[in-house]
C-alpha cells in the first residue's frame, strides 16, 4: 500500500500474466513466451506450419513490440506442445490410435518394426522402442485399383525432436489427381528402411506390372535389388526421375548448357529421336555419353520405358505432397499420423463429389481427355492413310506435307510417334486411321480416362473413429521413443535440406559487383577495388 498516492501496487503474482498496456517498452521483461503462446495458440492450431516471423509480425501489431526470434520460436514450440501433446506421450498414443483405427477398418495395413528396451542391464518387458512403423488406408489400397499403374516414392525429413524420416508413395487417377497410397516413419534413408517401406508397398498395396519413379538414391537401388524380383520386371519396372539425372549430370561435369540436351534425351518417344539427341551428346564429349551409358536407357527413356511410365517423368507428383505435409512434419509423431487420416479424408470426399458432377453433366471422359483428344483430330486432317493390312488393322500414315511416314498397329495398340503407348490415350496418327475405316476412335482410350473408373478411385469411404471412450481397451506394450535419435542441439533446427543444382544454378540470379555493377564476381574480387587499392599504397 502506498499511502501518499492512496493505491496498491502488486509486487508479484504467481498466475499466468494476461494484463498488458498498449504500449510496452523495448526492456519489457514480463511478455515471456508463456505469455505469448496464448495469443498465439488458435494461430498454431489453425496453421501449424505458422512462420516464426508471422509471430513476431503478429506481437508487434498487438502490442507495438518486437519480440527476439528465440523467444518468438519457443513461443511456438510450447503452442505445438499445449495443442498436439508432448512427444514421448506421442509415442505412447500411437498404437492406441492405430489400433483404433483397425477396429473401425480391419482392411487398413498397419506394420510395426520395434526394438527391446532396456532399463541399464535389464530388459523391459512391456515396454517397446518404435523403430518403423508403414501404414496404408484402406480407400487407399482400393484407390490404386483404378489408377494408373504407376508409384512415385520419396523421402523426406521430419522436423520433431527426434530424427526421423517420411516415406511416401503417390499415384494418380485418369482425371490427373494425385492420389497418396502408402507412408511410413523410419530412422532414416536406409537400405533397411527403404527395404522395409518398398517390401510392404509390394505386399499390401501395389499390383503385378506396376512401375516405379525414383530419384537415383543408392539405398533405393540396394532395396530394390534386394526385393528378390519384387520390384524386377516382369512384375515391376524401376525407372529414375529424369530432374535428378539432369542434376547429377550437371554435378559431374559442372556444363550446365548441356543438361537440356540429357532431358531432352530421356523425353524422346521415338528411337530415332532418342539417337539424334544422343548423338550430339557424344559429339560434344565422350565422357558425357558414356555417363550416360551407365544408366539403362529403360530407366529414364521414354522410347524404351515398354510404357510403363505413363508419360511421368519425374517424381513432381511426390514432391507436391510433401509439400503439403510440410506444415505437419514437425509435429508429435500421432499428430502427424492423424493429420494424412483427416486431409485424405477431406480430400477423397471433394475429388468424389467432383467425380458425380462431371458425370452427372453428361461427361464420359476425364478432363485429360477432352483437353487433348480435340487438338489430335484436328490434326488428322493433314494425314494420308494407306490401308497395309485391313485384317490384321495395321496401317501405314504418311504426315502432309513433311512426308514423315509411321506404321499404326490397332491391334497392338502402337504407333511409330510414340505418343499412342506412352499416353494410352488415340494420337493424330489413330485418329485419322479410325476416320478411314470408319471406326470409333473411343475404343482406344484407356479405361483408366473414363470418369467411371476415375469415380471408383474415391468410391471407398473414411470411417470416423467416434469418441475415445469407445475404442477397444489397448493391452499392447507401451511405445516409446529411440533415445539415440534425439535432437540434443539448442535453438531451433537447421535446414536439413542441402540444396543442388536444381535449386541453386537455375532459381539463383548471377552475383552482381556492387563497386562496377558487373556480373560473376563479388566486390571482394572487382579489378577496380584492386586497382584502387594499389593506386593508395603507391600514394
Known amino acids: 500500500m502506498i499511502s501518499r498516492k492512496h493505491c496498491w501496487v502488486i509486487r508479484r503474482y504467481n498466475g499466468s500474466h494476461t494484463c498488458t498496456r498498449a504500449t510496452i517498452s523495448q526492456d519489457h521483461s514480463k511478455l515471456d513466451s508463456v505469455t505469448i503462446v496464448e495469443f498465439i495458440k488458435p494461430l498454431v492450431e489453425a496453421n501449424p506450419s505458422l512462420k516464426v516471423k508471422s509471430v513476431i509480425a503478429e506481437m508487434q501489431s498487438k502490442f507495438n513490440y518486437t519480440v527476439s526470434y528465440r523467444k518468438a520460436w519457443l513461443a511456438k514450440q510450447k503452442a505445438v506442445e499445449k495443442i498436439y501433446g508432448g512427444w514421448e506421450a506421442s509415442y505412447e498414443a500411437l498404437p492406441i490410435w492405430?489400433?483404433?483405427?483397425?477396429?473401425?477398418?480391419?482392411?487398413?495395413?498397419?506394420?510395426?518394426?520395434?526394438?527391446?528396451?532396456?532399463?541399464?542391464?535389464?530388459?523391459?518387458?512391456?515396454?517397446?522402442v518404435l523403430h518403423r512403423v508403414f501404414w496404408s488406408y484402406y480407400p487407399c489400397i482400393r484407390a490404386f485399383r483404378h489408377c494408373k499403374p504407376i508409384v512415385q516414392?520419396?523421402?523426406?525429413?521430419?522436423?520433431?525432436?527426434?530424427?526421423?524420416?517420411?516415406?511416401?508413395?503417390?499415384?494418380?487417377?485418369?482425371?490427373?489427381?494425385?492420389v497418396p497410397i502408402a507412408f511410413a516413419i523410419v530412422e532414416g534413408e536406409t537400405s533397411d528402411a527403404w527395404h522395409f517401406f518398398l517390401s510392404n508397398l509390394r505386399q499390401h498395396v501395389t499390383r503385378d506390372s506396376v512401375g516405379q519413379i525414383s530419384d537415383r538414391h543408392e539405398f533405393i537401388n540396394a532395396a530394390v535389388a534386394r526385393s528378390n524380383g519384387a520390384w524386377s520386371p516382369p512384375r515391376a519396372f524401376h525407372m529414375f526421375c529424369i530432374r535428378h539425372i539432369e542434376s547429377n549430370f550437371l554435378r559431374k561435369f559442372k556444363v550446365p548448357y548441356l543438361q537440356k540436351l540429357v532431358v531432352n534425351t530421356g523425353y524422346?518417344?521415338?528411337?530415332?529421336?532418342?539417337?539424334?539427341?544422343?548423338?550430339?551428346?557424344?559429339?560434344?564429349?565422350?565422357?558425357?555419353?558414356?555417363?550416360?551409358?551407365?544408366?539403362?536407357?529403360?530407366?529414364?527413356?521414354?522410347?524404351?520405358?515398354g510404357g510403363y511410365r505413363w508419360s511421368h517423368m519425374t517424381t513432381n507428383l511426390v514432391e507436391c505432397i510433401n509439400s503439403v505435409?510440410?506444415?505437419?512434419?514437425?509435429?508429435?509423431?500421432?499428430?502427424?499420423?492423424?493429420?494424412?487420416?483427416?486431409?485424405?479424408?477431406?480430400?477423397?470426399?471433394?475429388?468424389?463429389?467432383e467425380a458425380e458432377a462431371r458425370i452427372n453433366?453428361?461427361?464420359?471422359f476425364s478432363e485429360v481427355v477432352t483437353s487433348k483428344l480435340p487438338a489430335n483430330q484436328l490434326g488428322s486432317e493433314n494425314i494420308q492413310v494407306s490401308c497395309f493390312d485391313r485384317q490384321n488393322e495395321v496401317f501405314e500414315v504418311r504426315e502432309m506435307p513433311s512426308g514423315l511416314q509411321y506404321a499404326v498397329?490397332?491391334?497392338?495398340?502402337?504407333?511409330?510417334?510414340?505418343?499412342?503407348?506412352?499416353?494410352?490415350?488415340?494420337?493424330r496418327h489413330i485418329f485419322a486411321c479410325c476416320a478411314n475405316q470408319r471406326l470409333d476412335w473411343q475404343v482406344y482410350v484407356h479405361d483408366v480416362y473414363k470418369m467411371d473408373q476415375v469415380r471408383r478411385v474415391y468410391r471407398a469411404r473414411f470411417r470416423p473413429l467416434g469418441n475415445p471412450t469407445t475404442w477397444p481397451a489397448y493391452n499392447g506394450p507401451r511405445f516409446v521413443p529411440n533415445l539415440f535419435l534425439r535432437r540434443v542441439t539448442k535453438g531451433r533446427p537447421r535446414m536439413t535440406r542441402f540444396l543442388n543444382e536444381m535449386d541453386t544454378r537455375i532459381l539463383r540470379r548471377?552475383?552482381?559487383?556492387?563497386?562496377?555493377?558487373?556480373?560473376?564476381?563479388?566486390?571482394?574480387r572487382c579489378r577496380q577495388t584492386a586497382g584502387a587499392n594499389a593506386d593508395r599504397d603507391a600514394q
Open 153 to 178: 516414392v520419396d523421402g523426406t525429413h521430419l522436423y520433431g525432436n527426434y530424427k526421423a524420416c517420411l516415406l511416401v508413395t503417390v499415384s494418380q487417377d485418369g482425371n490427373n489427381n494425385i
Open 510 to 524: 548471377p552475383r552482381r559487383c556492387r563497386q562496377c555493377g558487373a556480373k560473376r564476381h563479388s566486390h571482394s
Open 268 to 305: 524422346s518417344r521415338m528411337v530415332r529421336e532418342y539417337e539424334v539427341h544422343y548423338q550430339r551428346l557424344q559429339e560434344r564429349g565422350e565422357a558425357y555419353s558414356n555417363w550416360l551409358d551407365r544408366i539403362s536407357r529403360e530407366q529414364f527413356a521414354l522410347a524404351f520405358d
Open 409 to 427: 498397329d490397332l491391334r497392338q495398340q502402337r504407333c511409330d510417334c510414340g505418343e499412342f503407348q506412352v499416353d494410352r490415350l488415340p494420337c
Open 98 to 128: 492405430f489400433e483404433a483405427m483397425c477396429h473401425k477398418e480391419p482392411s487398413v495395413v498397419v506394420h510395426f518394426e520395434t526394438m527391446h528396451a532396456y532399463q541399464g542391464d535389464d530388459l523391459v518387458t512391456d515396454i517397446r
Open 361 to 364: 453433366a453428361g461427361h464420359v
Open 325 to 353: 505435409l510440410k506444415g505437419a512434419r514437425n509435429l508429435p509423431i500421432t499428430s502427424l499420423v492423424k493429420a494424412t487420416f483427416y486431409r485424405l479424408n477431406e480430400l477423397f470426399t471433394r475429388k468424389r463429389a
